[in-house]
C-alpha cells in the first residue's frame, strides 16, 4: 500500500498548515512505516512505563430521593499537548486536555450527571473540520437525548449535560466523540476515556484498586515533526505503524507474582487484533462489551475489533522474578501491518512483596454471573431481521441505509422498529472477502447465537455491544430492546466506515408520527459553560432531600435560571455592565490551561511548563502544580506565574526523590489541566 503526496495532504484535510503552525508532511506512506519521525524521535519497544490515566473525581456527590449517590463530574474537551514519542510534542484533543481522557468509576444503582464543556478550538487545528462533539457512553442503556447520536452536536462554548443511569451490571464502558462525519478524527485525536461500572458481584470476583488496570490499546502515524499524521485510505480504515496503550508507544509495567485485571479496550479508529502472550500461555477471559461471563474461559489467542472490550486475568505467580511477558498482535484479514505492529507492551515481572489483598489474587474465579441477556431463548424471538454491512461504490451502508438518507428523512427513517421489551434476532452478514466490520448496537446488550452456523468463539460467550463480523461471515444476535423508547444508533466501528456512512437507526417502542419525549436532538439542548440547567424532576427533589450535603446547598445557591433560547448566558451581569460589546461568552470564565511540557528525570531535574489562555477580567494568576502519581497522595510541587503572554514554566533540580508519572496544574482562574510525565 503505497499513497502519493498529493493523496495524502487530500485525506489530511484543508489544515496543512495547522493553528499550531506546523506542517504535516506525509509525503509517502508505505508498509515499511507509516510515520515521517526521524529515528531518534521513533519510538523503541518497551521504554515507557505504562501510564494509568488518572481517575476522574466529582464536582460534587449528593445523595437523592432513593438513598443512593448522584455525582456531578465536569470535563472540558480541549486541544492541547502530549509527550508520545521521544523529543517531540503532539497536539492532541483531550478530555481535560489529556489522551486518553481520565477514568471514570463508578458504583452501580449511583447517577451520574456529566457536564461536557466544549473548550475546543472552532475548527481542527490539523484537518479542518468545525470541531462540535457529540459525546456516547459507549455500554450504557442511556436515555436517546444522552446517547450522543451523532447529530445532536454541542458547539464551542456550549456544555452539554449528560444523565448516566448506571443501572446495569458491572462492566467496562468508554465514553468517546460520536459526532457526525468527524468521529474517526476526533477519537484518533484522543478524545476517548474509559468508564468502569463497578456492582457488588463483580467486586467480590476480581482484582480490584491497582490490579484492576486499564488498558487503552490504539494505533497511530506521526509526521516528522511529532504530529498526527491521517490517512485512512479513502474510508477504508487507518492503521498507524505505532501502537499505543494508554497512550504510550508499546509500554512495559511492572507487575508483582499475583492475578492482575486488565480491562482490554480496542479504541484503534479501524484497526483489529489478535492478542496473545509471547509465552503461548492462556489468560482467563472473565468479561465481555456487556459484563461478566458467566463462566470464565480459557483463552489462548483472541480477535478484537474497533470498540470492543473484553477483561482478561493473568496470573504472573507461574513466572520467575525477571520474565518478561509480552502481549503480542498476530493481526486479522485486512489490516496494514507494519515492522512493530506485532507487539503491544510488556509485562515484567519482579520480585516485589505480594500484595494479596482483594479477590483473586492468587486463584482464578470460573464461575462467574449469568445476566438477563445471557439468559434469552431463540424461541423467545418474536422477530428476525436480517441486514447487510457493504460497500456500494464510494459509501458504506448497512441495512440498505445511510446516515444520509436517515438526516435527509428529519432523522424519522429506520432500520428497524421492534416495539418496546421485544426479544428479536438479528442476523448481519459481511459477503465481502475486503473488509471486516465491528457492528455496535446501541442501547442493548445481545447475545451472539452463531456465526456462520456455528458457535461463537469461547471468547464470545458473554453479554456484547459489539460484534466482530469478519470477511465472509454472518452472525446472529438475540436482543431485548429496552429499557427506553426512542431512536438509537446502529453503525459500524471501523470509524472511517462510520463517518462514510455505515451507521443507521432504529426505534424502540416508538411509532413516527407520534411526538417523541426523547427527540435525541430535541428532548435536552446544550448551554453556555457555567449557567446551572436544573433537571427536570431530579435536582428538585435532590435539593429538598434532608440528607443532601452542604455540596448540594452550594450547588443549589449559584444556580442561575435558565434563559430560553440560550444564547445569552446566566449570570452576565458582570460583564454586560463592563464590556460594551454584547457578549456570548459564559459567565464563569475559567482558564484554559495546557501541559505541553511534563518531565522528571528522577535526580537530575523535573520541568514543566505550559499555556493558560483567558478571556476574563483577571490579571495576575498562576498555576499550582500537584504530583497527581497514582496510587499516592496528591502532594504539591510548587508554583509558576503566568506572563502576559499566556506562559508558564516551573522547573527545580534535583526534583523530587519519588518518580512522578502524573502532574496536575491548577490556575488560581479556575482552570485545570493534567498530564503524564515523561521520565526520559
Ligand atoms: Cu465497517
Not at 503552525?21 to 505504562?50: C, E, H, I
Not at 492503521?239 to 497512550?247: A, F, K, M, S, T
Amino acid at each position: 500500500m503505497s499513497v502519493s503526496r498529493r493523496q495524502a495532504l487530500q485525506i489530511g484535510g484543508v489544515g496543512v498548515i495547522g493553528a499550531f503552525g506546523l506542517a504535516v508532511p506525509l509525503s509517502s506512506v508505505d508498509a515499511k512505516s507509516a510515520s515521517q519521525l526521524s529515528s531518534r524521535n521513533m519510538p523503541k519497544l518497551y521504554q515507557r512505563t505504562l501510564p494509568i490515566p488518572p481517575v476522574l473525581a466529582p464536582k460534587s456527590t449528593t445523595v437523592g430521593a432513593d438513598g443512593k449517590k448522584v455525582h456531578l463530574y465536569q470535563i472540558e474537551q480541549t486541544a492541547g499537548m502530549a509527550s508520545i514519542v521521544p523529543g517531540l510534542s503532539t497536539p492532541i484533543l483531550g478530555y481535560n486536555g489529556s489522551f486518553p481522557g481520565p477514568t471514570i468509576k463508578v458504583n452501580q444503582g449511583e447517577r451520574i450527571t456529566l457536564e461536557m464543556d466544549n473548550l475546543l478550538p472552532l475548527f481542527h487545528p490539523q484537518w479542518g473540520y468545525r470541531l462540535d462533539t457529540s459525546t456516547h457512553l459507549h455500554g450504557s442503556a442511556s436515555l436517546p437525548q444522552y446517547d450522543g447520536y451523532a447529530n445532536d452536536v454541542t458547539g464551542r462554548g456550549l456544555c452539554k449535560d449528560y444523565q448516566y443511569p448506571n443501572f446495569q451490571p458491572a462492566r467496562t464502558l468508554w465514553y468517546h466523540d460520536h459526532a457526525v462525519h468527524n468521529t474517526a478524527q476526533s477519537v484518533y485525536s484522543g478524545l476517548a476515556g474509559q468508564y468502569h461500572l463497578h456492582d457488588e458481584t463483580e467486586r467480590n470476583l476480581l482484582p480490584q484498586g491497582k490490579f484492576d488496570v486499564p488498558l487503552t490499546i490504539s494505533d497511530a502515524m506521526f509526521a516528522s515533526n511529532g504530529a498526527l499524521g491521517y490517512n485512512d485510505n479513502t474510508h477504508s480504515g487507518l492503521y498507524g505503524d505505532i501502537i499505543l496503550v494508554n497512550g504510550a508507544p508499546w509500554p512495559v509495567m511492572k507487575v508483582q507474582r499475583r492475578i492482575y485485571r486488565f480491562r482490554v479496550l480496542n479504541a484503534s479508529i479501524s484497526r483489529s487484533y489478535n492478542f496473545r502472550l509471547s509465552t503461548g500461555d492462556p489468560v482467563t477471559m472473565v468479561a465481555t462489551d456487556g459484563g461478566l461471563m458467566p463462566a470464565a474461559k480459557q483463552v489462548t489467542s483472541w480477535r478484537q475489533a474497533g470498540a470492543e472490550r473484553y477483561e482478561i486475568l493473568i496470573d504472573f505467580s507461574k513466572y520467575p522474578v525477571g520474565k518478561r511477558v509480552e502481549l503480542r498482535n498476530l493481526s486479522n484479514k485486512n489490516n496494514i501491518d507494519y515492522d512493530y505492529t506485532g507487539r503491544v507492551m510488556a509485562f515484567d515481572v519482579t520480585g516485589e512483596t505480594v500484595d494479596t489483598s482483594g479477590p483473586a489474587a492468587k486463584v482464578m474465579p470460573t464461575l462467574l454471573a449469568g445476566s438477563a441477556v445471557m439468559n434469552l431463548a431463540p424461541s423467545q424471538s418474536v422477530k428476525t431481521r436480517r441486514m447487510r454491512v457493504k460497500r456500494d461504490g464510494d459509501i458504506w451502508t448497512i441495512g440498505d441505509m445511510t446516515w444520509d438518507e436517515v438526516m435527509k428523512s428529519g432523522y424519522k427513517k429506520v432500520v428497524a422498529d421492534p416495539d418496546l421489551n421485544d426479544i428479536e434476532i438479528w442476523e448481519i452478514e459481511n459477503s465481502s472477502g475486503g473488509w471486516f466490520h465491528p457492528v455496535h448496537i446501541h442501547l442493548v446488550d445481545f447475545k451472539i447465537l452463531s456465526r456462520n452456523g456455528r458457535p461463537p468463539f469461547p471468547y464470545e460467550l458473554g453479554p456484547k455491544d459489539v460484534v466482530y463480523v469478519g470477511e465472509g461471515e454472518t452472525v446472529r444476535l438475540l436482543m431485548q430492546f429496552g429499557p427506553h423508547r426512542g431512536r438509537y444508533m446502529i453503525h459500524c466501528h471501523n470509524l472511517p466506515h462510520e463517518d462514510h456512512d455505515m451507521m443507521a437507526q432504529f426505534s424502540v417502542g416508538y411509532n413516527p408520527n407520534d411526538p417523541d419525549p426523547n427527540d435525541p436532538i430535541e428532548a435536552v439542548k446544550p448551554h453556555p459553560i457555567g449557567e446551572v440547567v436544573p433537571v427536570p424532576g431530579e435536582v428538585a427533589a435532590d435539593a429538598s432531600d434532608a440528607t443532601a450535603s452542604t455540596e448540594t446547598a452550594q450547588a443549589t445557591a449559584t444556580a442561575q435560571p435558565t434563559q430560553p433560547g440560550g444564547s445569552s448566558a446566566g449570570g452576565t451581569s458582570t460583564a454586560t455592565e463592563t464590556a460594551a460589546p454584547v457578549t456570548t461568552q459564559p459567565a464563569a470564565q475559567k482558564d484554559v490551561i495546557t501541559i505541553i511540557t511534563a518531565r522528571h528525570r528522577l535526580n537530575k531535574d523535573i520541568t514543566f511548563a505550559g499555556t493558560s489562555v483567558y478571556s476574563g477580567a483577571l490579571s495576575a494568576a498562576s498555576v499550582v502544580l500537584y504530583d497527581v502519581t497514582p496510587g499516592r497522595t496528591a502532594t504539591k510541587l510548587g508554583m509558576a506565574s503566568i506572563n502576559s503572554l499566556g506562559n508558564w514554566t516551573w522547573t527545580t533540580k534535583p526534583g523530587p526523590s519519588r518518580q512522578v508519572t502524573m502532574v496536575r496544574a491548577d490556575s488560581s482562574r479556575g482552570g485545570t489541566a493534567t498530564a503524564s510525565v515523561r521520565a526520559d
